[in-house]
């Protein structure tokens, strides 16, 4: 407004002040004292009261504007004074950060110059004022809960990488990640801070003394005696690591936690904050209070029923209120200190905010009395600072703060003219808006309230043998029973009280889902749709950028919200609707991934890239989707996939010269909680490490029209008369489904995709905390059995077993009621559920998608890996707090994903390695389990057959270790010796598995679950060997080359790790390398196993010499069993001493899996398979040069004596493990003899005759072939393995040798071993020809 006086023109909005020709029509039927009356109500003098109302003069609309200004400027202070008040401070106002010379290292900083991120190793920054006298303070706002030094420092202090705030003298430092104190040395001092805390330092330099608060509760006097004097004055500073970030508060905004005596480095807007207050005061005098028209008195009212009716006199009267109000709310102090108290004021008696529609009547009024400028940079600073509070607050029981703040936030929301603006142009754009949606997680559970919301603390006490809870154990006492009922009575009240939080945050997201509110303009639906395409933009094609990235932990939190808000809003739509699809059965429809409404980015398709699928399918979206593609646009698309590269080092180039306090693109998710101002970027070297994205609106030019997601209108999603929509393009062989609001479609597949993106990580880490509370548990349990059979004579044992008995109930205590929160925000049965309908989602989305044929190839590939992941996670995050079983349709889900996998594994229309790499993990967790493998014997026989035809395929050019854990575990269970749920070696030890990805989480935890063969699936695999003999011939010469490939790489690397332990001085071996050698080892083993389960089901494979290459595969079989108990079985052999050395890495590496899996296949050769099998068996294996008895022998230990316990080494700290040389206890004469007879837990008593039977059999078969076997000449042996007679000749070039050898070769070459002819045929040879 630019009037001040009565009488004149306003400006604003054109409204006109009355001048006294005006009046008449101005006051309309208000008299002169009635309006002379209602405006000294309104605006009341200091000295005004009843004895001088008769007094006072006459006020009309012609005097208002300088009654005004007399009033707001009563108790002004002389500017010259306000100056002279400050002192002990030098620098500028306001004060920021120090960006031009006070810095060192990498950093991000926002444009306001308050918000920082470390880029570097450890970055150092001071603020551009510095104080040496008083008492003062300023407040850090932690974004991220790691190593950062926060507090202050004189000009003279030099940072550098490794050393910052508090490692140099006159600099002094608090780190709540460490919880110390620096100042050159370091001691422990203070709590732990965590994301969501305020640190506020205080500085006493009239003492002398430093302290720090969290929270608001004093830590204590950090520093006393600091140095004082002439020359000396302390800057704020603060040192941090590499993505560290805070957001610095010197007096910009009000203090959250104000210390009395203390002030602010930043003087507060002391004038304007008075005349602020002021003005507010002659609104709430407007709000309640009246006029009577027909009685010409005023009347007191309640201001929360006031309405904006269009009276004139109160138009006017408001108008010249806002006149002076209005330029004071585009403050962010004001409206954080003013405004904001004052809203919230309205809310505070409680009820829903639709039952206070005073907040909507303001928000008309500033619409109506403020310039468009002057409303939006309010409402963006209301947000801002609810946003602010919203995070910074502590976590109390009832999270009333939070719920507070919510509601503000949701009465403004409400506002569809403020809300649209707020969409437009703040909440993805300005804001951090996902923060309104996250519940953080208390790290101090005291703080928290957690002790009096849950007064009783459980944890499971009962384990079985390997470890596991035991889930109301039989022997639970009654005291355990009732201490486990009262947690679980606080944890249902916590939740309660957490889900008031999530039903106002899934109302926030409800009216941004509005699809009604078209009158003022494009709905806030389609606005939100278009910012949050944005945003998965951003994460998706940001992935290690921390400036861009949302935090994994508000994703969570966010995707929860969103998916319950999508599903009232579908559910509405369908109740409108009859007949079209409910959110139970929801799906994105395939037409989304072709259609080119829908923009994916650069996320990679099932069939490549979108490009190349343009191109090769276009033909077939012509034909079977009525989609016909440019040819042009083709060529542009691919000339786009081609420049890619050129066009992101060309925007790379301008960056290197705008690091020095340029603007980048997006600012940080973790210094601040808003992103509308620019970064800038400083660096000590004036380098740039960012690497810039392509531009957010360039488009991939796709199919049939191409659309920025900001082009597009509520036609393009919807659809309207004569248009589909976002359902363009319907496969013609389909039907045609009716969906109630076709944009919920996109808002789906945008969960989906948020799940992809960083939700199912955070799951996985979160369950770090149960992870911890079960193995205190254990802990405590094993030291309470200490307890009671500790002698009562060591005292010193028992002092110590009572002192961990107390650190670790303690820590239980504080764990469970952490746990608590964490299972009632993340792992609730709600969250369960949300997890399970995006799996519902995803299966059958991908079902529809098959059934398109080849335009398959189009779905994102991120589908199948959240169907994967979504089961994993209800697997292993949500259970056993939640019971999959109780899941609605759960069985037809389950058997629905495993034809998904079974089909998909190898389907030849996916391209992508990683996720072929990622079905074929699943398919191989999904059979370790007997529920999920019940499930896959229930799809289709033709599917079961073609799965299981895929999995026989040769495991050459293919990944087929995967291939081969599949079969074993169809076999695990039927197998000789192979019942085990852990090899008996590792009974007592832990399996380390907390930080696999979820897949080889998966398959770590599969390895211990009990057997659960499948006798279907086994079926299948005899009847396809049985009636494919190339198949099956090609299948077993394929495992027994990578057996003979395993094995020699096992062998080679124990030789080397042998080598070390010999050598006198102490050796290391990378750790690397330990597991590689036993993953080689572990493969053997289970490669061992499917030459077990394939000999036992189709024996004839070997045994049947009429079947081509059978006797060959025999003869290798032979061959590699000897070669392995050769190594396994000598006498002081290799594998005997690294296994007694017990390195860690090398667990699973004994005697027994290997030994007990070659056993089983020479069982079933010799002694269950007929006769005449029986004895080409065994005429093979005596016949191979590398076979001995005593190795058979072995495996009974007879002659040897009974086997010692061997005890395991301890394990060394560090990356590399220290192999000591062998000392005198692992000599000979008590070194450690293999026997089955020792392993009566997992070997029957038929298994063992079994064995002495073969054992008869071989002795009896060796004597017999020893008697009356002739001597061989040296030139009838063969010339390439000399260890068998020459059985065969070449043709055309008559080269000889045995017929294995040449057999063997002719399966992976044609040409003569000696020549390099080419063999066109082999016949038998004998000396006599």
């Known amino acids: 407004m630019s009037s001040k006086g009565g009488g004149t023109a306003l400006s604003r909005r054109n409204y006109r002040l009355a001048s006294d020709s005006d009046k008449p029509r101005a006051t309309g039927i208000v008299n002169e004292k009635l309006l002379s009356d209602y405006l000294h109500q309104v605006f009341p003098s200091a000295n005004q009261g009843p004895a001088h109302a008769s007094l006072r ?60 991120i470390g880029h570097s190793n450890f970055s150092s920054i001071r603020a551009t ?16 809960q790691g190593l950062m030094q926060i507090g202050w420092c004189t000009l003279n202090c030099r940072f550098n990488q490794e050393e910052g705030v508090g490692d140099t003298p006159d600099s002094y430092a608090y780190d709540g990640n460490r919880v110390r104190k620096w100042n050159v040395t370091t001691t422990n001092y203070g709590k732990s801070w965590a994301a969501g ?54 007096g910009s905004r009000p203090l959250r936690y104000p210390v009395e005596g203390y002030l602010p480095l930043q003087d507060p807007p002391t004038a304007e904050l008075l005349k602020a207050h002021k003005l507010l005061g002659f609104i709430k005098n407007v709000l309640s209070t009246s006029i009577d028209l027909q009685e010409e008195r005023l009347l007191e009212k309640d201001s929360a029923l006031w309405r904006l009716q269009g009276d004139p006199t109160v138009l006017i009267t408001l108008a010249h209120i806002f006149n002076h109000f209005a330029p004071l709310m585009c403050k962010v102090y004001l409206v954080e200190d003013v405004l904001m108290n004052f809203l919230l004021g309205i809310l505070e008696g409680g009820g829903s905010v639709d039952e206070h529609p005073l907040i909507q009547q303001l928000l008309d009024l500033f619409w109506l009395l403020m310039e468009d400028y002057e409303v939006n940079e309010c409402l963006k600073q209301l947000m801002m600072s609810l946003l602010r509070a919203y995070r910074f607050s502590p976590i109390i029981p009832d999270l009333g703060f939070q719920i507070h703040y919510l509601r503000l936030t949701t ?14 142009n703040v909440l993805f754009d300005v804001l951090r808006s996902v923060v309104f949606f996250y519940i953080k997680t208390p790290l101090r559970v005291k703080e928290a309230g957690l002790e009096e919301l849950i007064l009783t603390t459980w944890w499971p006490t009962h384990f079985d043998k390997e470890g596991k809870d035991e889930r109301e154990p039989a022997d639970e006492s009654a005291d355990e029973r009732l201490r486990r009922r009262a947690y679980e009575r606080g944890c249902q009240r916590l939740k309660k009280r957490i889900e008031v939080v999530e039903e106002l945050q899934v109302q926030i997201l409800k009216l941004l889902l509005n699809n009604k509110d078209k009158s003022t303009g494009e709905a806030s639906r389609y606005i939100f749709l278009n910012k949050f395409r944005k945003f998965l933009q951003e994460n998706a094609s940001n992935r290690g950028h921390p400036t861009a990235l949302c935090p994994p932990e508000y994703m969570v939190c966010f995707l929860h919200r969103l998916v319950a808000a999508v599903r009232q809003c579908w559910d509405e739509g369908a109740r409108k609707f009859p007949g079209s699809v409910s959110s139970e059965e929801a799906y994105v429809p395939p037409q989304l991934f072709y259609n080119g409404k829908v923009d994916y980015f650069d996320l990679q398709r099932l069939g490549g890239l979108l490009s190349h699928l343009k191109k090769t399918l276009k033909d077939d979206l012509a034909s079977k989707a009525n989609i016909i593609i440019d040819p042009a646009e083709i060529q542009a698309s691919s000339m786009d996939d081609l420049d890619e590269d050129e066009e992101s080092g060309a925007a790379q180039r301008p960056f290197g010269a705008v690091a020095m306090g340029g603007a980048l693109a997006r600012p940080s998710w973790l210094s601040s909680p808003t992103l509308g101002r620019a970064n800038r970027f400083l660096s000590t070297a004036a380098v740039s490490l960012m690497t810039p994205r392509r531009p957010l609106t360039q488009p991939d030019k796709v199919k049939v029209r191409t659309l920025a997601v900001e082009q597009r209108t509520e036609e393009d999603i919807e659809g309207g008369p004569g248009a589909d929509g976002l359902l363009l393009g319907r496969p013609l062989d389909q039907s045609e489904q009716s969906f109630g609001d076709k944009s919920l479609l996109e808002l789906v597949d945008g969960v989906v995709m948020m799940y992809n993106l960083s939700v199912h990580q955070q799951l996985g880490k979160m369950v770090v905390v149960a992870d911890d509370v079960h193995e205190y548990a254990v802990a405590l349990k094993d030291t309470e059995e200490k307890i009671s059979r500790c002698p009562p004579r060591r005292a010193d044992i028992l002092d110590e077993l009572q002192k961990s008995h107390k650190v670790f ?26 997890v399970y309908w995006l799996l519902c989602v995803c299966v059958r989305t991908i079902q529809r998608s098959d059934a398109t044929g080849c335009l398959f190839a189009f779905t994102p590939e991120f589908y199948l890996n959240v169907a994967i992941n979504a089961y994993s996670a209800l697997k292993n995050y949500f259970s056993p707090a939640h019971c999959m079983d109780q899941l609605p349709g759960y069985e037809e889900t389950l058997t ?46 033709e599917q079961r057959v073609a799965m299981m035809k895929n999995l026989l395929a040769p495991y050459e050019q293919r990944p087929w270790a995967q291939t081969n854990w599949i079969l074993v575990r169809l076999w695990r269970g039927c197998g000789f010796g192979y019942r085990y749920t852990r090899l008996p070696h590792l009974l007592k030890t832990k399996p380390e598995d907390a930080n696999l990805p979820s897949l080889q989480r998966d398959l770590s935890v599969a390895s211990f679950q009990k057997p659960c063969p499948s006798l279907l699936l086994q079926r299948h695999m005899a009847a396809l060997l049985s009636s494919d003999k190339d198949m099956g011939a090609s299948f077993l010469n394929s495992v027994l080359n990578q057996l003979n490939w395993a094995f020699s790489e096992f062998i080679g690397m124990i030789q080397e790790i042998q080598q070390a332990a010999e050598r006198p001085e102490r050796n290391f071996v990378d750790t690397r390398q330990l597991k590689v050698c036993a993953t080689c080892f572990d493969l053997s083993v289970s490669l061992l196993r499917v030459l077990e389960m394939t000999v036992t089901l189709v024996p004839e494979i070997f045994l049947d010499w009429s079947r081509p290459s059978a006797e060959l595969l025999l003869h290798r079989l032979a061959q590699l069993l000897n070669q392995v108990l050769n190594r396994v079985t000598a006498e002081k052999n290799l594998f005997d001493r690294v296994v007694n050395l017990r390195l860690p890495g090398l667990e699973s590496v004994d ?34 040069p590398c076979f001995q008895l005593h190795s058979i022998q072995h495996l009974l230990a007879q002659g040897a004596e009974p086997p010692t316990v061997v005890t395991a080494m301890p394990r060394p700290p560090s990356s590399s493990l220290a192999v000591a040389p062998p000392t005198a206890t692992a000599g000979p004469s008590d070194r450690k003899h293999f026997s089955l007879h020792t392993y009566s837990d997992y070997i029957s008593q038929e298994e063992k005759l079994k064995v002495e039977q073969m ?7 060796s004597q017999q072939a020893a008697a009356s076997t002739a001597p061989t000449s040296e030139e009838d042996l063969c010339p390439i393995c000399y260890a068998h007679s020459i059985s065969a000749v070449f043709r055309p070039c008559s080269h000889k040798s045995c017929k294995a050898c040449i057999n063997q070769h002719l399966m992976n070459n044609k040409d003569c071993f000696f020549c390099k002819a080419t063999i066109t045929g082999v016949e038998d040879y004998s000396k006599t020809t």
């Open 1255 to 1261: 054992l008869s059999f071989l002795t009896e078969e």
């Open 896 to 941: 629905n994903l495993a034809a998904i996998l079974a089909k998909h594994f190898a389907d030849p229309r996916i391209v992508g390695t990683d996720i072929k790499d990622s079905l074929m993990q699943a398919l191989a967790s999904y059979v370790c389990y007997p529920q999920s493998l019940r499930a896959v014997e229930r799809i289709s026989e």
């Open 57 to 116: 003069k006459p006020l009309g609309f012609q005097d208002v504007g300088a009654h005004l200004e007399k009033l707001l400027s009563e108790d002004d202070a002389p500017e010259e004074g306000r100056d002279e008040a400050v002192e002990g401070r030098l620098g500028p106002q306001p004060v920021v950060l120090d960006h031009t010379s006070g810095f060192e290292g990498l950093l991000f900083v926002d444009d306001d110059l308050l918000g920082v």
């Open 809 to 834: 109930a303690e820590k239980l205590n504080h764990l469970s009621r952490r746990l608590a929160w964490i299972n009632a925000t993340i792992y609730s049965k709600d969250k369960m559920l949300d």
């Open 129 to 144: 004022t510095c104080v040496y006298k008083g008492k003062w303070a300023y407040e850090v706002l932690i974004s991220s």
């Open 197 to 250: 805390d305020i640190v506020s330092c205080l500085l006493d330099l009239d003492e002398g003394t430093i302290t720090f608060c969290l929270n608001g509760q004093s830590l204590g006097t950090a520093f006393s005696s600091i140095r004082t004097g002439p020359g000396v004055a302390y800057f704020p500073a603060i040192s941090l690591s590499f993505k560290e970030s805070v957001a610095f508060n010197f």
């Open 1151 to 1184: 005697h027994y899996p290997i030994l007990v899996a070659v056993t089983g296949i020479l069982v079933r050769v010799l002694v269950d398979g007929h006769r005449q099998g029986r004895s080409r068996a065994a005429v093979v294996l005596l016949a191979d």
């Open 411 to 424: 009465a403004i929301l409400h506002h569809e003219k403020s809300r649209k603006y707020l969409l437009n």
